[in-house]
C-alpha cells in the first residue's frame, strides 16, 4: 500500500509508513476477523501476547471478550495505549528513565 494523504506532506519516510494502517486476520473463538491497525500497534500487541505466552489470536480475543461495544481496532489501540502508560507510571515510581518500546522506535526510524 502506498497511500500517503496529504498530511504526510514534509514527514520523513519512515514516519509516513509507521502511520499505514496494516489489515490483519486474527481468531476470536471459532471465527476469523479482520482487525485494522497501524504497525506499530500490531509489533506492540505481539510483543505484549509474547510476554504473557500467548499466540497474538489469543491474546486479542482475551482482549476483545469484556468489549461490550465500539470496534475491535479503537480497543486494541486503548489497550496497547494503557499498557505502556502503566509501565511508564511503574518506572517513574522506580526511578527509571522513560518507557520507549523498541518497535515504536524501529517502526518510525528512518532510512
Known sequence: MNYRPDSDAGVNP???RSRLVVKRSVAI???RTSVSLEEPF???LKDIAAAHGRT???FVAEINAPRQGGNLSSTLRVFVLQHFMARADQAAVAGAGPVVPAMAL???APE
Open 56 to 58: 497474538l489470536s489469543a
Open 106 to 108: 524501529e517502526a518510525s
Open 29 to 31: 473463538g471459532d471465527r
Open 14 to 16: 519512515g514516519e509516513a
Open 42 to 44: 500490531w509489533l506492540a
